[in-house]
Nanobody
Framework: QVQLVESGGGLVQPGGSLRLSCAVS????????MSWHRQAPGKERELVAS????????NYADSVKGRFTISRDNSKNTVYLQMNSLKPEDTAVYYC???????????WGQGTQVTVSS
């Protein structure tokens, strides 16, 4: 049974930081590209950041470049999103996503709420 379990969300003041984690089980983590997406109320889900299966390449949405950092630890089957200098517009549910083309594989986590407010 594949599970992607996000944690680390919460309420933070503008300018603050949070670190999201996504613990993955039930699949071969090292062949999956991982990404973080977010969905704010009334808006479509959008890609925030992605990282390749071996961590050799990352990609970021323009709105988070220079503030967010995606990383992964393949020994712990975990992907992280370090979020600094948070803004109210970063408020959303953040989802972890795993995808591979080696075998049929496309999985989502249940999401974790991030609220940036004073």
């Amino acid at each position: 049974q594949v599970q992607l379990v996000e944690s680390g969300g919460g309420l933070v003041q503008p300018g603050g930081s949070l670190r999201l984690s996504c613990a993955v089980s039930g699949l071969t983590f090292g062949i999956y590209d991982m990404s973080w997406h977010r969905q704010a109320p009334g808006k479509e889900r959008e890609l925030v950041a992605s990282i390749t299966s071996v961590g050799s390449s990352t990609n970021y949405a323009d709105s988070v470049k220079g503030r967010f950092t995606i990383s992964r630890d393949n020994s712990k089957n975990t992907v992280y999103l370090q979020m600094n200098s948070l803004k109210p517009e970063d408020t959303a549910v953040y989802y972890c996503h795993a995808v591979t083309t080696v075998i049929p594989g496309d999985y989502w986590g249940q999401g974790t709420q991030v609220t940036v407010s004073s």
